[in-house]
């Protein structure tokens, strides 16, 4: 499948390069493709022209250029400039395709740690999918870290869970069948995009538990 990844971080990396090694074509998109070009240290270690030049079908492109030639979209970039992203990206480029939302609405303008710019009675899911009417929007993997959303087998052999919800059943199919190609075997459905209030207010519960753990390689298991 072409599939665009939009967003460059620590969580687009992941998502590209393993979603490459599955056999998908990714169009990696950027807000300025010259400019990340240009950026010399990454967290992950290797620049991003380093790191391109170790992947195998990975292509870096815009928004714009990424989301227009994609089966599907995944937004992996951070959820205060989400919205954004997907106008450069083109709601001509979004219509009728599957959007899989990662993102977050944290909201660090008070320091730490972030409080989230939207709950309770509405997701920036919801938003997305308010903003994208013709989108197909799907949360999910928006409760873990970046290593364990491509490969949850490097912890407890996979032995977690994790969430997905969305309007569309044949969307949230697509997306279920990505989370297994990934290796995720305990995937809960939460119904229609209401269950992205939930998975997005999960994170003031993950942050403490990243700092209490000291780690970031946790997962919630949902035992029944």
């Not at 990424?66 to 205060?80: K, Y």
């Not at 009728?96 to 899911?125: E, H, M, Q, R, Y």
């Not at 989370?179 to 519960?205: N, S, T």
Request: proline share 3%; charged share 20%; aromatic share 6%.
């Amino acid at each position: 499948m072409k599939i665009a990844v939009l967003g460059t971080g620590m969580v687009g990396r992941a998502l590209a390069a393993r979603l490459a090694e599955l056999g998908h074509e990714i169009n990696w998109g950027t807000r300025d493709v010259a400019a990340t070009r240009a950026r010399t240290e990454e967290s992950g270690g290797a620049s991003i022209i380093d790191w391109l030049s170790g992947q195998s079908g990975v292509s870096l492109l815009s928004y714009a250029e990424a989301a227009e030639g994609a089966e599907l979209i995944v937004n992996a970039v951070s959820g205060s400039v989400a919205l954004e992203a997907l106008n450069l990206a083109g709601a001509e480029h979004l219509a009728g395709k599957v959007l899989l939302d990662i993102s977050n609405p944290l909201d660090f303008s008070a320091g730490l740690p972030p409080s989230l710019f939207v709950k309770d009675t509405d997701s920036l899911a919801e938003t997305i999918q308010r903003v994208f009417p013709e989108t197909r929007v799907v949360k999910a993997l928006n409760t873990m870290s970046a290593p364990l959303m491509v490969n949850p087998r490097q912890l407890a052999d996979g032995d977690h869970s994790t969430f997905i919800a969305g309007n569309d059943a044949e969307a949230k199919g697509i997306v279920a069948d990505l989370l297994d190609q990934f290796g995720h075997r305990d995937v809960i459905d939460l119904g229609d995009l209401l269950g992205a209030r939930g998975l997005e207010m999960l994170l003031p519960v993950w942050l403490r538990l990243w700092g209490t753990l000291g780690t970031a390689e946790f997962n919630f298991k949902i035992v029944r």
